[in-house]
C-alpha cells in the first residue's frame, strides 16, 4: 500500500465528475489499498478517488474496529430523514462546518470483484457515504452551506 498525495480545494480535479470503474482488475484493487493508507495516515473517516487525484466512481469508509466498507459505482437508492451535523474533509484541511445529511441512505454498488451489492448506512455512516458520493459528482461539502460558500470566497475559490 503507498500513500498519496490528497488533491485539495483550489485544484480543478475535485470539480469534475468521476467516471464509472469497468475493470475490476488488480489495478483497481491497488487503488483501493493506497486509498486506505491515505486515509487511515491523514486519520480521515472517508476517502474517494477523486481526492487522490483518480476520476473512478470509488469510495472507501472506514466503518471502525478495523472495518472498511469498499464502494465501486455507487447508487443511492433511497434516504430517510434529516440530520445536521458537522463535517469536514480530506480535501479542505482543517475547516469544518454543519452540514444537513440524510440520517439513513440505501445504496447499490460493487465490491472490488466486481461483485453487487446493497448496504444500507444510519447516522455516521450515511453521511460519509453521501459526502464521498457528492466527491465523485465534483461536489464538496463547502458548497452546500453559506458558512462553506463565505469559505471558499475567503480563500479565492469560487
Known amino acids: 500500500m503507498t500513500t498519496r498525495r490528497i488533491v485539495v480545494l483550489g485544484n480543478e480535479t475535485l470539480r469534475k465528475k468521476s467516471k464509472p470503474v ?3 482488475d488488480e489495478s483497481l ?3 483501493l489499498d ?3 493508507a491515505t486515509m487511515l495516515s491523514k486519520k480521515g473517516m472517508g476517502i474517494s478517488a477523486v481526492q487522490v487525484g483518480v476520476l473512478r466512481r470509488a469510495i472507501v469508509i472506514d466503518l471502525g474496529d478495523d472495518e472498511f466498507l469498499e464502494i465501486i459505482n455507487p447508487e443511492i437508492i433511497k434516504t430517510k430523514g434529516k440530520v445536521t451535523d458537522s463535517e469536514g ?7 469544518y462546518c454543519d452540514v444537513t445529511r440524510p440520517r439513513y441512505v440505501k445504496i447499490s454498488a ?8 446493497e448496504f444500507e448506512g444510519e447516522d455516521y455512516v450515511a453521511r460519509c457515504i453521501c459526502h464521498e458520493i457528492d466527491h465523485l459528482n465534483g461536489v464538496l461539502f463547502v458548497d452546500l ?8 470566497k475567503s480563500h479565492g475559490v469560487v
Open 110 to 117: 460493487f465490491d472490488r470483484n466486481g461483485k453487487p451489492f
Open 29 to 31: 484493487g491497488q487503488l
Open 145 to 152: 452551506t453559506d458558512e462553506g460558500k463565505e469559505y471558499k
Open 89 to 95: 474533509c480530506l480535501s479542505v484541511p482543517g475547516f
Open 34 to 36: 493506497d486509498m486506505k
Open 22 to 24: 469497468v475493470s475490476f
